[in-house]
């Protein structure tokens, strides 16, 4: 049967009557009381569950920026490994493979390591004042590459085979599979625990919601009996828990952020990452602007997640009860 | 307005405790619901006020059968009745004026377009001095005629009220049944539970009385 609706609610589309119940009026008392025990106890929930959520994106934002890092770097250079064979002018063949592989298209620079450099890299295992002339050295050509537009590297294996055979070409390849493997897994038991906070994050709002509604019973019931449609009394509760929600989102969030602001600049000191091995590994604690603004993204996705959640509990709780 | 015909209600398995109730309350009609205590007078306001479905028998309000209305209909229907109750059910959260406007909030009006129309019916109620008090720190006299402006704020059609007077002393009784009797008058269906014979006897009305779940109409 068609009734004449004569609150606002008719003719107007779902959303904006949703942002009409959200919406900010300073002066009216909410019709869900804002503070309680449970509420503040909700709150700390959501903030821990914020906290542990940022910390967890944020360890998943360094380690793809890292991985992204190696990968452009060991993308942007390949080597050539010439070795001494038996009949062959070692320096003859460093001198063709150069001219091969400057002539392949893609190749931006092209640079010979003279003996001493090759002294150098052995140095940590032969020691120093060694002299490299009695012993096959293999001597190593860098080949910078445009990044994104590589050359062929089949072909310009195929030709170093064919015109140098004491050459062979390394792409990297292998260990940037290795390196994007073992980012990905990172990335994925991040996303992992991220799903697992935000179901617990769920839980406890569905319960609190359910305590909430229970508190709040007589105020349900003479809502009911001067007229509020269900959608009316289920969007109070939403009101109520996207309020909470951001609150412990902002708290937590609001920590993580300022743990990695103060990782960020201390963390060099703190952890001996300044210029050392770990530095070039993690390449620092900084999010960036971009890891920052996933954070705060996070604050308002936890704040819908907790009001949405309520909505339905208590469309469903209204539902059953009727 | 409202047409009862061979109503019955049970609750789950027990005997029925309102039975063949079959009555007419009229636009702008004026009547006193009594009866002794159990007799299921709260049951009938409940049924009237729409938080109760009949276990047999039909009820039409406003032209509508209560029977074939979802949800939603029904509380499109209850904004047209008014309900005081015996315990009041104020929220304890909201000032005196904010539970006064509650109906106005749900139906979604601003506050500036209300906020004129509340204040005058406060002081008319006599709680003009009190809007901004709780209501636990109201008296039950003030509860009571808060809980009567809530429930006429919204200019029901129909207005149902359980024991209005019951907590009040007589000449506020008076004072509220002649506010009653003023807004039958400006066109309200006006419906009064109550056992109290002495404010019976100070309005000649039509009576509803209740007898071992029957009704008995005294026009």
């Known amino acids: 049967m068609s009734m004449t609706d004569p609150g606002p609610a008719a003719g107007t589309s779902r959303l904006a009557s949703l942002f009409a119940l959200v919406r900010r009026r300073p002066r009216e008392t909410p019709i869900v009381p804002r503070t309680s025990i449970a509420a503040s106890a909700l709150i700390a929930v959501v903030a821990i569950m914020t906290f542990l959520a940022s910390l967890t994106t944020g360890a998943v934002v360094l380690v793809r920026g890292a991985a992204s890092d190696w990968q452009s770097d060991v993308s942007r250079e390949v080597t050539i490994q010439v070795r001494p064979m038996a009949g062959r002018d070692l320096e003859v063949d460093v001198v063709r493979a150069v001219e091969i592989a400057r002539s392949a298209p893609g190749v931006t620079a092209v640079r010979a390591q003279d003996k001493a450099e090759s002294a150098r890299l052995l140095e940590p295992w032969l020691g120093s004042g060694l002299s490299l002339d009695s012993l096959p050295v293999p001597r190593l050509i860098v080949i910078q590459v445009t990044p994104g537009r590589p050359p062929d590297f089949a072909a310009l294996r195929a030709r170093l085979a064919a015109e140098v055979p004491s050459a062979s070409l390394d792409d990297h390849r292998g260990f940037s599979r290795r390196l994007r493997a073992m980012a990905d897994t990172v990335v994925g038991i991040g996303l992992a625990i991220l799903a697992l906070v935000m179901a617990a994050t769920v839980l406890s709002v569905v319960f609190a919601t359910r305590g909430a509604m229970a508190t709040n019973r007589p105020t349900v019931e003479v809502l009911h009996f001067i007229g509020a449609k269900d959608a009316y009394v289920a969007g109070q509760f939403m009101r109520h828990f996207l309020f909470l929600g951001l609150q412990g989102g902002a708290i937590g969030g609001g920590a993580a952020v300022l743990m990695f602001l103060v990782l960020g600049l201390i963390g060099g000191r703190l952890f001996g990452l300044g210029g050392s091995d770990a530095a070039a590994l993690f390449g620092g604690v900084s999010l960036g602007i971009g890891g920052y603004m996933i954070l705060l993204l996070q604050v308002a996705l936890v704040g819908a997640v907790t009001a949405f959640t309520s909505r339905r509990v208590v469309a469903a709780t209204l539902k059953a009860v009727s | ?219």
């Open chain 2, 1 to 219: 307005m409202v047409r009862f015909e061979n109503v019955g209600l049970r609750y789950g398995l027990g005997p029925e405790v309102l039975r063949d109730l079959t009555f007419r309350i009229e636009p702008h009609s004026f009547q006193f619901l009594t009866g002794p205590s159990g007799a299921g007078k709260t049951s009938l306001l409940r049924l009237l006020f729409l938080s109760l479905r009949p276990t047999r028998g039909l009820i039409t309000l406003f032209d509508h059968d209560v029977a074939t209305l979802d949800k939603d209909s029904l509380a499109v229907l209850r904004r047209r009745i008014g309900i005081v109750f015996q315990d009041f059910r104020l929220l304890d959260h909201m000032t005196t004026y904010e539970n006064v406007a509650l109906p106005l909030r749900v139906l979604g009006r601003e506050e500036e377009t209300y906020r004129d129309e509340v204040e005058e019916l406060l002081h008319w109620v006599g709680l003009g001095e009190r809007m901004a008090a709780l209501p636990p720190v109201l008296s039950g006299g003030e509860k009571q005629r808060a809980a009567i402006a809530r429930a006429v704020i919204a200019r029901p059609q129909l207005l149902l009220a359980d024991e209005p007077t019951g907590n009040v002393d007589p000449n506020l009784a008076k004072r509220l049944l002649r506010l009653f009797i003023e807004l039958n008058k400006s066109g309200t269906s006006v419906v009064i539970a109550t056992h109290d014979i002495g404010l019976m006897d100070q309005y000649d009305a039509r009576r509803l009385v209740l007898h071992e779940g029957r009704i008995h109409v005294y026009d």
